[in-house]
């Protein structure tokens, strides 16, 4: 999730946990089982993005304010090596919620110091940790900037060929290639050979899936909710944008909200926009449309992840947002970044 809160909202969310989290259980490996108990999330629910902001911004504030409190009491605690590798990256999440260049300093400064202690043992989770934080920092990069984070990528898995994570470490990578498909596609194929568990196998058979539509007429038809018969062959001529959503997923909802918002920068009636909606209920599909006062033809079945049209088309994530050419091809896998660009350039014919 990727949500925009004000400084001061973060600050005090900040100062509020540390407050919270400032009693330490008294031995080192009850303290730590503490911070290790924040993996399991906040475990609430929400339901706008501006509460899910807020939840996340609260559940990191008593994680870094756990770690802190960890690595001030047990400094020379066997896994104060690992706290700190968690805090750089909680620090360098923060600074993508900020936008704080301070915060990436300090992340950066935390894995810099840990070269001086480092032992051999520790090498690769250090390694790992500093390839993260590239990752991070190039989640909007350019392509010579995308191909030095696949090269680091590349000597990490000759550096620690038996390592567990190189497999889901590539298919992440190749989250970053949607904008260069056949690299997207040779990174995921070596990501499925190297692939054990089930969970992992199934995301990169939908991954490849998705990625070999792109030039191909993508097969969509449906009745939507309101009652029309949508195909994307009688779509043709205008560049077509498909938005697979949730009422029940805020980053989706926000994502809807983001593509009616480029939408609205491109001459009226120049290209069009359908939805998949995969809520389990249809009164869900018809609200989260007229919350934002969108009348975009939507398809819905009623069986979320497991409908036919959603196995078919290897959609494993939301929001998801593809770009269609002219003739109902599949233009690009991630059409909600600089939408309203990536249809002017499909209008001029490029």
Do not use: C
């Not at 300093?105 to 590239?134: N, Y």
């Not at 995301?203 to 191909?216: H, M, S």
């Not at 009652?227 to 938005?243: D, H, N, R, Y």
């Amino acid at each position: 999730m990727n949500f925009s809160r004000p400084v001061p909202l973060l600050a005090a969310a900040l100062l509020l946990a540390a407050a919270g989290a400032g009693a330490l259980a008294g031995t080192p490996e009850e303290d730590w089982q503490a911070v290790v108990a924040l993996d399991a999330g906040p475990g609430q629910k929400t339901d706008t993005p501006e509460s899910a902001g807020n939840m996340v911004i609260n559940h990191l504030a008593k994680q870094e304010a756990a770690l802190r409190n960890f690595l001030g009491a047990h400094a020379d605690d066997s896994h104060a090596f690992e706290a700190q590798i968690r805090l750089a990256r909680l620090l360098q999440i923060r600074a993508d919620f900020e936008g704080d260049e301070n915060l990436r300093a300090e992340s950066r400064h935390i894995l810099e110091g840990l070269e001086k202690t480092v032992t051999p043992e520790q090498r690769p989770e250090l390694e790992f940790a500093k390839l993260a934080r590239l990752m991070r920092a190039l989640k909007r990069g350019n392509t010579g900037q995308r191909d030095e984070l696949l090269r680091v990528a590349r000597r990490f898995q000759a550096d620690y060929p038996t390592d567990r994570r190189i497999a889901a470490l590539f298919t992440e990578v190749a989250t970053l290639f949607d904008m260069q498909p056949k690299t997207k596609e040779l990174i995921l194929e070596d990501a499925q050979a190297l692939a054990k568990e089930p969970d992992l196998k199934a995301r990169i058979a939908d991954d490849l899936k998705r990625v070999r539509l792109i030039g191909k007429e993508v097969p969509l038809s449906f009745t939507s909710v309101q009652g029309q018969e949508i195909t994307i062959s009688a779509l043709a001529g205008k560049p077509v944008f498909v938005v697979f959503f949730a009422q029940s997923s805020p980053p989706a909802m926000a994502a809807l909200s983001k593509l009616q918002q480029e939408v609205a920068k491109l001459p009226q009636g120049s290209i069009r926009v359908i939805g998949v909606d995969l809520d389990p209920k249809r009164e869900s599909a018809l609200e989260a449309l007229k919350s934002l006062g969108l009348s975009w033809p939507t398809a819905w079945d009623g069986k979320s992840w497991e409908s036919p049209m959603v196995r078919s088309l290897g959609i494993n994530a939301l929001p998801t947002v593809w770009l269609l050419d002219t003739k109902g091809r599949l233009k690009s896998l991630n059409g909600l970044d600089n939408a309203a660009l990536q249809a002017r350039e499909l209008l001029r014919g490029r």
